[in-house]
């Protein structure tokens, strides 16, 4: 039986994989093992806490000694770690907690895996490829060139993966994803801040001239990927899990207010996020080779992720009225002053 240690379960693409994966394994036992910062949010497996397969540990992937005596507690098998500091934005405002958890948490894992024999998937992004110029799709193999905190931290702990699997020959491998949207996605994202601010009747604040591009992939699509991956992948090997397809954000914009009948003079462009990188794309034909193909494309996934804002008030304002206020005023107060409509 496959006893899984979830890090960062109670986060947004941790909670969906674990709703997909017992779903699809009824017969795992799950652990989740989160901070619950104010990305983990219990409410997110609020359909989920009474199964008998799953429970919580709250504890820092830093913590070794939690982590080690969770591992052996529970006979984990497989740790899968997607906790980590996940917003850009939040990196620039402050960039050491993204050190901490995203590299020395990263590290602490490998220590517990290689000392206990456990294999270890580790999330990664699309962001440590960095800024993709003209045409090209990044591939496994390029050359990671982080330009945010957020990503060089994301790059680093890829890399101390990829290392541990080198010298100490513990079984590891690595996906990396596009930009994930759906249901849980915490609101200082783009889609889930347009959406709600959409529903809301607030401004949407497009850095830039929005010309922007990403894959914003379906974040069912990326589970059934590391699903993909955990059952055949490769042992050592790096996957890049998203659609291939980008659009700009201007795009999403668009699928965003039309799927909620929301008018477009809402847009206001707003001072661009430092070292904004222009372009993500990538390769997905070595995921693809096991067999895996993406559900959703980019704009019913958008669209989708719209409408499940829409329908599910009851789990982001309480967000919004909380200490997410104090972030929004942080980040956008000063850029939103004095802005046009388009
Ligand atoms: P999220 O911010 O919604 O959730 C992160 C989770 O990690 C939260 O539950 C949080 O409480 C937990 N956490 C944070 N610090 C921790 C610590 N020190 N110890 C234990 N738990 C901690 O993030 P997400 O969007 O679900 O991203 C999950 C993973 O996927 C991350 O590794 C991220 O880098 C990666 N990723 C995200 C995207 C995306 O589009 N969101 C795309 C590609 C890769
Ligand atoms: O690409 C994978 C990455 O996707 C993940 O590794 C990150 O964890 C995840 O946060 C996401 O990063 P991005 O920076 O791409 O996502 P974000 O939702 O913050 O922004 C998406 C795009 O929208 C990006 O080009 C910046 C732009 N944007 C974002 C915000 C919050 C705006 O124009 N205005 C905004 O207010």
Known sequence: ME????TGGCGFIGSNFVRYWLAQHPESRIVIYDKLTYAGRRENLLDLW??????LVVGDI???????????DESINLIVNFAAETHVDQSILGPLVFTDTNVRGTHVLL?????????LHHISTDEVYGHIKDEHQSLET??????SPYAASKAAA????????????????ITRGANNVGPYQYPE????????NAILGEVIPVYGDGLQMRDYAHVYDHCTGIEAVLLRGEIGAVYNVGTGREMTNLEMVDIVLDTLGQDHSLVRHVADRPGH??????????????????KYDPRQAVAEAARWYAENRWWWEPIRNSEFREYYNRQYAERLAGTQTT
């Open 142 to 147: 390029d050359e990671l060139a982080p330009r």
């Open 3 to 6: 006893r899984l240690l979830i």
């Open 158 to 173: 890829d890399q101390l993966v990829q290392a541990y699997a080198v010298t100490y020959g513990i079984p590891v491998t």
């Open 62 to 72: 830093g913590d070794q000694e939690l982590v080690r005596k969770t591992c052996t």
């Open 189 to 196: 994202k783009a889609v889930p801040l347009f959406s709600t």
């Open 50 to 55: 009474d199964s008998a397969n799953i429970s």
């Open 277 to 294: 990188d222009r372009r993500y794309s990538m390769n997905v034909d070595k995921l693809r080779s096991l067999g895996w193909e993406p």
């Open 111 to 119: 220590e517990v895996a290689r000392e206990l024999g456990i294999r």
